[in-house]
T-cell receptor
């Protein structure tokens, strides 16, 4: 079956530090890959996505590249801000699995001023 | 575009009562909606897949008689927690699938259910 493994948190960084949150996956088909962000008490918001190998998703300074050879989709940001503090979920969606999404366990990021 | 709303955003009820949660796609039609449950500091657990005009497909271990799902139109799915108990207290999130968007799901803001 499909699975997503995320780097364990929590992650605490100082403002303007470099961020990497690792994500690897296993899938039976050819999935689309996503990063979602969840702020306290809210639902999930799509941060970025990639639908095929070597695609790079980017948004708000965050980037992730779909690496088929290493089955990875690591999230990066060059300079984090306090407002980036949230929980980040890596996910995949596989059309061969009725479009269901599989989520990682989430990584809590806290950015201190 | 692709906005999903949930109502109510929070609800407190007594043990033994039933609670209905609505999930609406506001600016698109959703043939498929998903219902998730999220415990504090944990990931999302898929409960069921809701398809318009047909019965929902429940994940293993989810009681279909406990969590009733109705997807009566292309813009509305409802989750009814029947005879709620304190262990049903959780954050319930729905999402809608827009076909042709690489299976991207759009999430509602969630409903916090507290059963006393």
């Amino acid at each position: 079956g499909n699975s997503v493994t995320q780097m364990e948190g929590p992650v605490t960084l100082s403002e303007e530090a470099f961020l990497t949150i690792n994500c690897t996956y296993t899938a039976t088909g050819y999935p689309s890959l996503f990063w979602y962000v969840q702020y306290p008490g809210e639902g999930l918001q799509l941060l970025l996505k990639a639908t095929k190998a070597d695609d790079k998703g980017s948004n708000k300074g965050f980037e992730a590249t779909y690496r088929k050879e290493t089955t990875s989709f690591h999230l990066e940001k060059g300079s984090v801000q306090v407002s980036d503090s949230a929980v980040y979920f890596c996910a995949l969606s596989d059309i061969t699995n009725a479009g269901k999404s599989t989520f990682g366990d989430g990584t809590t990021l806290t950015v201190k001023p | 575009g692709a906005v999903v709303s949930q109502h109510p955003s929070w609800v407190i009820c007594k043990s033994g009562t039933s609670v209905k949660i609505e999930c609406r796609s506001l600016d698109f039609q959703a043939t498929t909606m998903f219902w998730y449950r999220q415990f504090p500091k944990q990931s999302l657990m898929l409960m069921a897949t809701s398809n318009e005009g047909s019965k929902a497909t429940y994940e293993q271990g989810v009681e279909k008689d406990k969590f009733l799902i109705n997807h009566a139109s292309l813009t509305l799915s409802t989750l009814t927690v029947t005879s709620a108990h304190p262990e049903d207290s959780s954050f319930y999130i729905c999402s809608a699938d827009t076909s042709g968007h690489y299976n991207e799901q759009f999430f509602g803001p969630g409903t916090r259910l507290t059963v006393l």
